[in-house]
DNA sequence: CAATATGATTCCTT
DNA sequence: AAGGAATCATATTG
């Protein structure tokens, strides 16, 4: 019964044509595919196909020799039914015998058909196994949305969907992604370094001149530091994002002659926020502010059996900031 | 071709 | 159910 049900949802019992390409395009749209992928689905219809019409010309071949035998045996009785008496039920026996023996047959058929297309599926349709890399722009904006987020880099439902909308992924390839990414990041910091002051200075770039803007517009404004729309600006209890963001701005200078200054005083503006919100700040306040391999240390998510920091083979990660000549 | 990066899945905990 | 950890299978890189 079952079988029969698989096979028919898997288009090989079904009607002829249609059944196999609805059931490939439903299992490309469950396994959230773009649209690139019509190689592999054609790929797929063809040997699908292949399997239906096996499928088919066996379960022919048995239909038609179950009825030979039947005939055969019902022959041989009528012969037999002119030297001794054979009841009508007899005979209904003998074929009731033979056909339970020969849909048992058909059974086994409609089984090693079922494996096949699993296997079929599992092969092409299992996206595990044709992965495909995200396309640049998408792994920027998720990494934009992880480090700038990174004191608590869980993207609401609702921010996920956005950003699956923006890089035209599914809401279930942004969470895998965040989770990976989290994990990853959270197993080896060091690797991760450049890559995170590369981020937190792109988006910082974009706060600063924001603030600058507005510091420049009205100056005795206590500026409540432009988080863009993110969860609550006081949560941290690390505001390792707030860290960041400060280290690069110090760090890297950014090149920007007038802006450099503006973001100079910023800097100050936002060290007196983190002060005023972080109460335990003291410790890592002042000083400890600009030194990056701090920076590691202060991790609030990421507090499982605490990940031997920096070790890099190459160089020396924590320096990653000092652009040496000019 | 080995090493590494990366997206997806599975198992397990909370 | 959501997230962490381990793992798988492929992509990319050197």
Redesign the pocket.
């Known amino acids: 019964m079952r079988l029969d049900n698989m096979l028919l949802a898997e288009g090989v019992s079904g009607p002829e044509k249609g059944g196999g390409s609805a059931a490939a395009a439903a299992a490309a749209a469950a ?2 595919g773009s649209s690139d992928n019509s190689i592999e689905h054609s790929d797929y219809r063809a040997k699908l196909t292949q399997i239906r019409q096996i499928y088919h010309t066996e379960l022919e071949k048995y239909e038609q020799a179950c009825n030979e035998f039947t005939t055969h045996v019902m022959n041989l009785l009528r012969e037999q039914s002119r030297t001794r008496p054979i009841s009508p039920k007899e005979i209904e026996r003998m074929v009731g015998i033979i056909h339970r023996k020969f849909s048992s047959i058909q059974m086994q058929l409609k089984q090693s058909t079922c494996e096949a297309v699993m296997i079929l599926r599992s092969r092409f349709l ?9 396309s640049k722009q998408a ?1 920027e904006i998720l990494n934009e949305y992880f480090y700038s987020h990174l004191s608590n880099p ?1 993207p609401s ?1 609702e921010a996920k969907e956005e950003l699956a909308k923006k890089c035209s ?2 809401v ?2 942004v ?6 990414k ?3 990041y ?2 080896n910091i060091g ?1 991760f370094q450049e890559e995170a002051n590369l981020y937190a200075a792109k988006t910082a770039v974009t706060a600063a001149h924001a603030v600058a803007a507005a510091v420049q517009n009205n100056q005795t404004n206590s500026p409540t530091t432009p988080n863009s729309g993110s969860s609550g600006s006081f949560n941290l209890p690390n505001s390792g994002d707030m860290f960041m963001n400060m280290q690069s701005l110090n760090g890297d200078s950014y090149q920007g002659s007038q802006v450099g200054a503006n973001v100079q005083s910023q800097v100050d503006t936002l060290r007196h926020v983190i002060n005023q919100t972080g109460g335990y700040s003291d410790g890592l306040g002042g000083n400890a502010l600009y030194s990056p391999h701090n920076l590691n240390a202060n991790g609030g ?1 990421q507090d ?2 605490t990940p031997s920091s920096v070790t890099s083979p190459t160089e020396g990660p924590g320096s990653v900031h000092s652009d040496t000549s000019n």
Do not use: P
Request: glycine share 6%; charged share 35%; net charge positive.
């Open positions: 396994s959230g299992d996206a595990r196994r044709k992965r495909r890399n995200f792994t869980y439902e992924i599914t279930s390839q969470s895998n992604w965040f989770g990976n989290r994990i990853r959270k197993k690797k998510w499982a059996t």
